[in-house]
């Protein structure tokens, strides 16, 4: 079975640090790209970064200079690490997997999903 199980998400006082993992599960994540997106309350889904299989990078406007994607695959996984949190980051945080390893701010580009981890700012 195909799967993708983000974790790292809790509650944060603004201006602190989560790292959220992205692990999968039934495939390998080398030949994918990778992107992570969050949906807030009444808002749409937002893309924030991917990474390719080549290690190629994109990320949000929002989020540049304060979030940093990479991949480790040999434990399978891709990590958002995320600095300089604002209560407008808060949201579910969901992490997606794309078979034709292009990366896209389009969350119909991308095959699988995982459920999601709730990130909370505020003091």
């Known amino acids: 079975q195909l799967q993708l199980v983000e974790s790292g998400g809790g509650l944060v006082q603004p201006g602190g640090s989560l790292r959220l993992p992205c692990a999968a599960s039934?495939?390998?994540?080398?030949?994918?790209?990778i992107g992570w997106f969050r949906q807030a309350p009444g808002k749409e889904r937002e893309a924030l970064a991917c990474?390719?299989?080549?290690?190629?990078?994109t990320y949000a406007v929002t989020v540049k200079g304060r979030f940093t994607i990479s991949r480790d695959n040999t434990k399978n996984t891709v990590y958002l690490q995320m600095n300089s949190l604002r209560p407008e980051d808060t949201a579910v945080y969901y992490c997606a997997a794309s078979k034709g390893n292009v990366c896209s701010r389009r969350a119909d580009f991308y095959d699988y999903w995982g459920q999601g981890t709730q990130v909370t700012v505020s003091s």
């Open positions: 990474i390719s299989s080549r290690t190629s990078i």
């Open positions: 039934g495939f390998t994540l080398d030949y994918y790209a």
